[in-house]
């Protein structure tokens, strides 16, 4: 019976997600690509050409944002044809908004899309976050992961990195930072300001979103690819887990049940040899199929080892549950 009612479940999560490949919005407006990069990340050049290669109808500039003390990545940027931007904002935040204040200083277009720069992007990406401006508050996606190589932390974080899906389903549309579009007047003083006082910008981007009564729209057919080659799988996840129960509380309550109804799952089976409860297994690497259905080969590892991902991250929840702050790039913050 409880694998029965699993399987159900997640039937009608896989139909409901449907409607994520089903956005064709219309919208079209000069736009600005604001993309804040510190060091040096795998693939940087590739990033920038993906970004560069928007088969987008209107206008669009791209901007990186880079520190004052990273002059070298300023020129590398530069040779690479696009324009950049050394911050200047001062603020009690996070590097990582600091960045995008001072983008959005420089921008003047009537759309503002963010950007990360461990990250390709397919063709139809820009098109698909501004197509559905017109009816959104704000439009986003989720990146799909891509190791460099394989290695276990690499493995590890792919199948959890998939779990980010599961955040939108159990706790609500939010918006993930690499990959959220606005209008350009959404960043009025109200939002400028509370911006400057944050670590975390989709996360407050989100809440604000939420306030004012808009919604945002979550388009599966602008999924880009998370390109990584990880080093410290802990500190990274902990930041990852740290943060949904800080935002998403409800999502992660969800998750520890989630988490322990599968792992009852393969042991019920090695109790009773009954291959049915194996079967919620084998849905939820198939959900994740489907919902990587338009990335080819990059689908297959991720799916295969979101399963894996599920008990990780259930450990990790665990463990961190009471813990309030975290490490991004060699700083702490307290949540």
């Known amino acids: 019976m409880l694998p029965a009612l699993a399987d159900l479940v997640l039937l009608l999560q896989i139909w409901r997600e449907n409607s994520i490949f089903k ?21 940087l050049e590739r990033n920038v050409e993906s970004l560069k290669d928007q088969d987008f109808p209107c206008p669009f500039e791209i901007i990186y944002v880079v520190d004052p003390d990273q002059p070298w990545l300023a020129d590398r940027l530069r040779q690479l044809g696009v324009k950049v931007v050394i911050t200047s904002t001062t603020c009690s935040c996070s590097g990582k908004i600091r960045a995008q204040l001072s983008g959005l200083k420089e921008s003047m277009n009537e759309v503002v899309v963010f950007a990360d720069s461990d990250t390709l992007y397919p063709r139809n990406w820009l098109r698909e976050m501004v197509g559905n401006l017109d009816r959104h508050m704000a439009v986003t996606t989720f990146s799909w992961p891509a190791p460099l190589k394989i290695t276990w932390r690499n493995l590890i974080r792919a199948g959890f990195w998939t779990l980010g899906f599961e955040s939108q389903a159990s706790g609500g549309t939010f918006l993930w930072g690499g990959s959220m579009a606005f209008r350009r007047d959404f960043f009025d003083n109200e939002v400028l300001e509370e911006l400057s006082r944050e670590w975390c910008d989709d996360c407050t981007l989100t809440r604000i979103v939420k306030r004012r009564g808009g919604s945002i729209a979550f388009n599966g057919k602008a999924i880009p690819l998370n390109i990584y080659d990880e080093r410290d799988l802990w500190r990274w996840s902990t930041r990852q887990v740290v943060t949904i129960i800080k935002y998403s509380s409800r999502g992660a309550k969800a998750f520890l049940v989630i988490g322990a109804l599968m792992l009852a799952f393969p042991i019920l089976f090695l109790v009773f040899l009954n291959p ?52 991004w790039r060699d700083r702490v913050y307290n949540l």
């Open 23 to 43: 956005f064709d919005g219309k919208f079209c407006a000069p736009a600005s690509i604001i993309v804040p990069v510190r060091g040096l990340d795998p693939e």
């Open 276 to 327: 049915l409860y194996l079967s919620p297994l084998l849905l939820w690497i198939l959900k994740n199929f489907s919902r990587s259905r338009n990335l080819g080969k990059y689908s297959y590892t991720p799916s295969v080892m979101s399963i894996i991902g599920v008990y990780y991250g259930w450990i990790k929840l665990i463990l961190d549950y009471r813990k309030r702050s975290v490490v």
